[in-house]
């Protein structure tokens, strides 16, 4: 059963002739072989099987096989060939392939190693492959949730840092429309309080133009936490706030905002 197995996966592998005609006296006597088109359906003694196959592989449609005393044994004189049952079937010029037993068993033997080589070597693949198809996965697996986490924490970043520049602006906005308040209450400007107040306005105007540049740049990705961005608010802070005590130490400031407003 295991050799007309192992005839069988010769037979898949070689399938080159849509039809070959054998005959021959393998297997003990008068044997025909008939092979029929892709799904090569063979009949006949695993020997002349076996020869059938090799005949199509070569390219012959014909053939015939001698087993036993007839064919080529294995002191090189050539045996009977059976001839006749070609002949009958209108097949003449057929390709002789004679062997004795032995010869015929080693050859399906080396076969037989060539495939179990190939599955061996298949297999093989198939392990790797697998393998690395793990590894892969795990990979794949690491770095998803390696960048998740620093989704996370870019987007908790950022709403943090929009969160510290709304209070920052909105406290800003709100001393500048009190120092506004300041100067239209004051019947008494002095040159002093007026040109500190265009300054301290300009001034204010340009850094809000550049604190809003600068957040859309985060909210775009393309800026770092804890960089110029937020310090650029700190420095503003730190400017401005000894030109808003210059411009509110008038005694109407003091009084209408209280001597301590600004600390």
């Known amino acids: ?27 003990g006597g008068g044997t025909k072989v008939l092979l029929f088109g892709s799904d090569m359906r063979p009949f006949g003694s695993l020997p002349a099987i076996v020869r059938a196959a090799e005949a199509a592989a ?4 014909r053939f015939s096989c001698g087993g036993g005393d007839g064919g080529l044994r294995e002191d090189g004189n050539k045996g009977i060939v059976d001839k006749k049952n070609l002949k009958r079937e209108g097949l003449p010029g057929e390709h002789e392939v004679g062997a004795c037993g032995t010869t015929i068993n080693n050859c399906l033997h080396t076969k037989i190693l060539e495939l179990q080589n190939e599955l061996k070597l298949e297999k093989a693949l198939a392990a790797q492959r697998k393998e690395y198809e793990e590894k892969l996965s795990a990979m794949r697996t690491e770095y998803e949730g390696k960048l998740s986490a620093l989704r996370i924490e870019f987007e908790s970043k950022l709403r943090a840092a929009q969160n510290e520049w709304r ?20 019947e008494n400007k002095s040159t002093l309080v007026t040109n500190n107040y265009e300054h301290f306005k300009e001034s204010f105007e340009l850094r809000v133009q550049s604190i809003q540049y600068n957040i859309v740049k985060v909210v775009a990705g393309v800026a770092t936490f804890g960089g110029g ?30 001597k301590d407003w600004w600390d």
């Open 58 to 61: 070569s390219g012959s449609r």
């Open 229 to 258: 961005t937020i310090a650029t608010y700190f420095k503003l802070k730190e400017e401005l706030q000894p030109r808003l005590t210059s411009m509110c130490v008038s005694p109407d400031a003091q009084k209408f905002f209280g």
């Open 1 to 27: 059963m295991a050799m007309r197995s192992a005839a069988a996966l010769v037979l898949r592998k070689l399938r080159t002739a849509e039809v070959v005609y054998g005959s021959g006296l393998g297997g």
């Open 167 to 186: 209070v920052e602006f909105n406290g800003l906005k709100l001393v500048v429309d009190k120092v506004t308040d300041i100067c239209n209450l004051t």
